[in-house]
């Protein structure tokens, strides 16, 4: 039946115009404040710990106790787990737009507060930073259900994954940008304000301005998230969301018109025969929604959390491999905002050779090759690099390989991004009836979010050696980086499984996908029988 909207069929056939890219840049601005504000907090971690943790006569530099360092890094984790869930249950209730704005508030508001601080003493300073930094993190859980939705509901069928893609795509240019700008305020204030190295003045190499250095890089957040408020309100409600939901055809047919500039007729009586079919509403909690998408979402939630703890894993590695390649000497030889130079600068690098390509090589090839073949092949291939790491671990140790450790590293989260980090990002978008298409999507990202979790807290514990000499200050013995590795890799294995529960989505409308186009009298929904079909010949 609602294949049959005219509205809709626009949507699903308009070739590639102006406002699917005005749509890409107003959700993809989201996603690019959304990776600044996540991945910022790493820039500054040390930073943080010279300033507020210094200890007199200690030989090295002050850092953040394991407690709070695990606060301050995974409060927004907590956060944006509860903001996917809450704002992607209210984007189903209330509409993708009216929800989008206070997402974007949110975000800007908490941006400007975590660079705030109500006392100069550490506990208070930390406390204020995590508050802000959870709700920071609430506003961005909600930009994921909803911008993925938004999307969706807006592409065409022929390049909807790519255009999807581009939002998250986003992320890479966020994180660089993070870089980028930290490597610009470190470096005014290191012309600026010169100081010595930690070994040869340690109280005299943490400038006080280095105060300022930290909360300016957190505050930048709120002003692409601002920039881009006024264009969010002015979107119109998405035309699947006011006819299959609102069920107002007629406000559905004028938003449409005026966006695709064609006129669309307003197909009133057709929109009631849906809402008084039976067989397309069914809530959440139900046996049909169980019979016909219990298994998608199963394997959307379960990919995209084993995908999310190797993910975030590679912040455990990250710090030896900036130190084995050079990028990053020994703390006690720099100064405080030489040291946030040094760590921007690396992450930059990464981002730019390993993050961004993977992410755009996606966007090139989703629609061509589909979502199922990408998603298997990303995991396939982190499978196998994760044990080519593992397996002669001892040999990437020795100083003469280290570069071989680094570039198998770095195609590792390449083929992350140009595979399972980007597809379970789609795919739960496409493939769930629009009334449920933005909750189902917040479940699966949250259940990311929990990997997330798993990934950099349970590995930083987990990765510490079986030596107790050899462990990090204030952590206990784990079972090593060698065995940590291999856990990755299973966990990858895995996700290679989970993954043939979810269908295929390539050149389908989101109608035939979720069997909205299903009446009572219909045997089976198409998403149904296509789900069952589709994953096994892309094998």
């Known amino acids: 039946m609602a294949k049959e909207l005219q509205v809709l069929n626009a949507l699903d056939v308009a070739k590639t115009q102006w406002y699917h890219f005005t749509a890409i840049i107003i959700a993809g601005m989201g996603f690019f404040t959304d990776a600044y504000d996540l991945f910022?907090?790493?820039?500054?971690?040390?930073?943080?710990?010279?300033?507020?943790?210094?200890?007199?006569?200690?030989?090295?530099?002050?850092?953040?106790?394991?407690?709070?360092?695990?606060?301050?890094?995974?409060?927004?984790?907590?956060?944006?787990?509860?903001?996917?869930?809450f704002f992607g249950w209210l984007g189903d209730k209330m509409g993708r737009k009216k929800v989008y704005g206070m997402t974007l508030m949110l975000m800007v508001i908490c941006s400007v507060a975590s660079g705030l601080s109500f006392s100069h003493d550490a506990k208070a300073v930390m406390s204020t930073l995590c508050f802000f930094r959870f709700w920071l993190g609430f506003g961005i859980g909600g930009d994921y259900p909803l911008s993925a939705t938004i999307m969706s509901e807006y592409a065409n069928k022929k390049t909807r994954g790519a255009f999807i893609a581009a939002v998250f795509a986003m992320q890479g240019f966020g994180i660089l940008a993070g870089g980028i700008f930290a490597i610009i305020?470190?470096?005014?204030?290191?012309?600026?304000?010169?100081?010595?190295?930690?070994?040869?003045?340690?109280?005299a190499s943490t400038v006080p301005q280095a105060d300022y250095v930290w909360r300016i890089i957190l505050m930048v957040g709120a002003l692409p998230a601002?920039?881009?408020?006024?264009?969010?309100?002015k979107m119109p409600e998405t035309a699947r969301y006011t006819a299959l939901v609102a069920k107002n055809?007629?406000?559905?047919?004028?938003?449409?018109?005026?966006?695709?500039?064609?006129?669309?007729?307003?197909?009133?009586?057709k929109v009631e025969q849906l809402t008084?079919?039976?067989?397309?509403?069914?809530?959440?909690?139900?046996?049909?929604?169980?019979?016909?998408?219990?298994?998608?979402?199963?394997?959307?939630?379960t990919t995209w959390f084993l995908l999310d703890i190797a993910f975030y894993s590679q912040n455990l590695f990250q710090k030896d491999i900036f130190s084995a390649i050079g990028w990053?000497?020994?703390?006690?030889?720099?100064?405080?905002?030489?040291?946030?130079?040094?760590?921007?600068?690396?992450?930059?690098l990464i981002a730019l050779c390993s993050t961004v390509p993977g992410y755009w090589f996606t966007v090139a090839f989703i629609d061509r090759i589909g979502r199922f073949a990408i998603q298997l092949m990303g995991f396939f291939f982190m499978t196998v690099f994760m044990f080519a790491l593992a397996i002669p671990y001892n040999h990437w140790t020795h100083k003469d390989n280290r570069i071989g450790f680094v570039i198998i590293y770095s195609l590792t989260f390449f083929f992350a991004n140009f595979g399972p980090n980007a597809t379970t990002f789609v795919v739960p978008a496409e493939i769930f009836p629009a009334r449920l298409r933005s909750t189902?999507?917040?479940?699966?990202?949250?259940?990311?979010?929990?990997?997330?979790?798993?990934?950099?807290?349970?590995?930083?514990?987990?990765?510490?050696?079986?030596?107790?000499d050899k462990t990090d200050a204030g952590y206990p013995t784990g079972i090593g980086v060698k065995n940590s590795l291999l856990v990755l890799g299973v966990v990858n294995f895995f996700g290679i499984l989970f993954t043939f529960l979810v269908p295929e989505s390539n050149g389908k409308s989101l109608e035939e996908m979720s069997g909205e186009n299903e009446t009572d009298e219909g045997s089976v929904p198409n998403a149904e029988q296509s789900s069952h079909n589709r994953t096994v010949p892309l094998v």
Request: net charge positive; proline share 3%; charged share 20%.
């Open 249 to 269: 055809a007629k406000q559905a047919a004028t938003d449409m018109s005026r966006v695709l500039q064609v006129d669309l007729e307003a197909e009133e009586q």
């Open 226 to 233: 601002a920039l881009t408020y006024y264009w969010r309100m």
């Open 40 to 85: 910022c907090i790493s820039l500054v971690t040390k930073l943080l710990g010279r300033i507020y943790y210094h200890v007199d006569g200690a030989e090295k530099p002050g850092s953040l106790p394991p407690n709070v360092a695990a606060a301050v890094n995974g409060v927004a984790f907590c956060g944006t787990l509860s903001g996917q869930l």
């Open 328 to 348: 990053i000497p020994k703390a006690q030889t720099m100064n405080a905002i030489d040291e946030v130079y040094r760590i921007a600068r690396a992450q930059t």
């Open 440 to 468: 189902c999507h917040g479940i699966s990202a949250a259940s990311g979010k929990l990997g997330a979790i798993v990934g950099a807290f349970g590995f930083l514990y987990l990765s510490q050696s079986q030596n107790k």
């Open 185 to 203: 305020i470190s470096s005014a204030f290191k012309a600026r304000f010169d100081a010595p190295a930690y070994q040869v003045d340690a109280l």
């Open 276 to 301: 008084e079919d039976k067989s397309n509403q069914f809530g959440l909690f139900t046996k049909k929604f169980l019979h016909r998408h219990g298994l998608h979402l199963l394997g959307t939630t």
